[in-house]
């Protein structure tokens, strides 16, 4: 089995590879290679028992999908994507990866398989930004995609072509909502989420962390372990079980910045908890008033998807995943 | 007030300008001039009092969109689309038109007017086809948008960049998902719903009219009429009133096939209704499968838009618009 991960050098996708390195199979059939792409330097995981290349580019260049997917990969991820808050600053440079990317990706993956018996499977990360407010108390699976950011935008067309390609026999796709993922591991990026995890991995590891929201603003989270679940899931599930509806939200857990706090004041002790600083900045609330609080996500689950049941999990899991069980 | 028709050659377009030219005005506002753009030639409407040009092009051609919103126009009704059959036969065709035509459209609107105080208004024709089975027995107005079509696939898309452009302030649109229009005067096109207004139209002036599906089907519509009104509406509702979701479904009528042909026998007599051959149709019956049947358009009415309120209504509109009151 060939699987190409497309943003392999993003967290996720660095985590998916190791994760893929360790197992050297994929829901039962063993990994012969993997190609890790990005528009910087992939690492390639250690002890890989498979050749494992890594390449960088620009996705949405003319003719860069097309050789990407030259070798005919069986499943592909794309996982490439600019970030919620960078999308809304940059309006053409979002458009342009997470649009002509996805789209230029789709076409390659059309025309390359042209013919071919079994076309791959490519799970296709969308977000649950595809919902605006005002949401139900809890958003269901039926429940309308007016995205109120130019990244959920993109993220909603990105599944209607996903789903229309897939309908059409020309690929078999299988989009998922993640989850804000939380904790995130390492540098903070430019995601207008980015908050939601640097309250707990910066006091857990010694360091201040600013709060830029209220304690009452609830939200929807997965670890990361539980988002490299999705990902093989979605790679290895059966396609006729999911139907034409293509695209699912993802399991996951509402909490209020109020419980993350008491989640990790339980796992961390009170010294943790005071290296949070509250600062509210006006540009992050405005975004995250837009943002889904929590869901009744019903198809997933039945479909096998699995996420944590508490934020103390969430916040254990980084403990035991990102510091070696250690906490400062 | 510069109105520009995009689509102007098609029964909408056509239609929409000859109430323009017959009204003077929009909104309160006086007309100073009105540009038709198809990829045929449309015609200009008898009797306008101000300038009318008739233009012909190819909508995605590179400078295309920029030429056509030069001079700034107040209003641009976008109603070009390539229909529903012909989309789902033509991958490619349908995805050049109805997704590149629009986002070229909306790229020169947002270029063109870059600076300008105000943004002009851009009316944007959806379709019900946004949705696909299975529904609920009334489809809501928060209910998700599942195409199963090509077609509803790109007026899905339209959607999606319609609002973020909005909400950007680069534009000012509103879409509208038109029910499917019934019954249509002149030749049949390509649009798999043809059917619907073909049983109607054909017998009503002598003509037998092929039906491909049973009597049990039911489905949602709205007069010519009633669209022209839609669009003049939606050329002039204040923006504000309807918030940051700017796609809405139109309010019409649902009715059976049997219920159809009981409106037809009330008009126009048993001898209008023999008329109608069955000549079941699995490609037509599969499509339609798909489509939706009734609505709970709550938004759209409270809005102001206004629809028909029985079949017979809209036979009647057909027999006084088109045949001068006469039935063959």
């Known amino acids: 089995m ?92 979002g458009y342009r990866i997470n649009l002509v990317g996805t789209q230029n990706l789709l076409e390659s993956v059309r025309h390359t398989y042209d013919g071919a018996v079994k076309k791959p499977r490519v799970v296709f990360t969308s977000s649950i930004a595809v919902f605006g407010a005002p949401f139900p108390e809890k958003i269901y699976d039926e429940f309308h995609h007016t995205p109120l950011t130019s990244y959920g935008t993109q993220k909603a067309i990105g599944e209607l072509l996903l789903a229309d390609y897939t309908r059409k026999g020309m690929l078999d796709g299988i989009g998922i909502r993640l989850p804000t993922i939380c904790v995130r591991p390492g540098k903070p990026n430019k995601a207008a989420s980015g908050f939601f995890s640097n309250i707990c991995r910066e006091p857990l590891a010694g360091q201040e962390a600013v709060l830029p929201v209220s304690d009452d603003v609830m939200h929807w989270h997965a670890s990361p372990r539980a988002a490299v679940g999705f990902l093989m899931h979605a790679a290895t599930i059966d396609g006729e079980k999911v139907g034409p509806r293509r695209n699912l939200t993802m399991p996951g857990l509402a909490a209020t910045i109020g419980e993350q706090i008491e989640a990790l004041r339980k796992v961390g002790g009170e010294k943790v908890v005071k290296r949070i600083r509250r600062e509210p900045d006006p540009f992050i609330q405005k975004i995250v008033a837009g943002w889904p609080r929590n869901f009744d996500a019903k198809r997933a689950p039945a479909l096998g998807f699995k996420a944590e049941s508490s934020f103390e999990e969430i916040v254990r899991i980084h403990v035991e995943d990102e510091l070696g069980g250690k906490i400062a």
Chains 1, 2 share one sequence.
């Open 2 to 93: 060939k699987i190409l991960i497309i943003g392999g050098a993003g967290m996720v996708g660095r985590k998916l590879a190791e994760r893929l390195a360790a197992d050297g199979q994929l829901g039962g059939t063993a990994i012969s290679q993997m190609t890790m792409y990005d528009v910087v330097a992939p690492t390639a995981p250690a002890g890989a028992k498979f050749a494992v290349k890594t390449l960088t580019g620009d996705l949405p260049a003319p003719g860069e999908t097309d050789k990407l997917v030259a070798d005919k990969p069986d499943v592909i991820f794309h996982l490439a994507a600019i970030v919620s808050g960078e999308a809304e600053l940059e309006f053409d440079k």
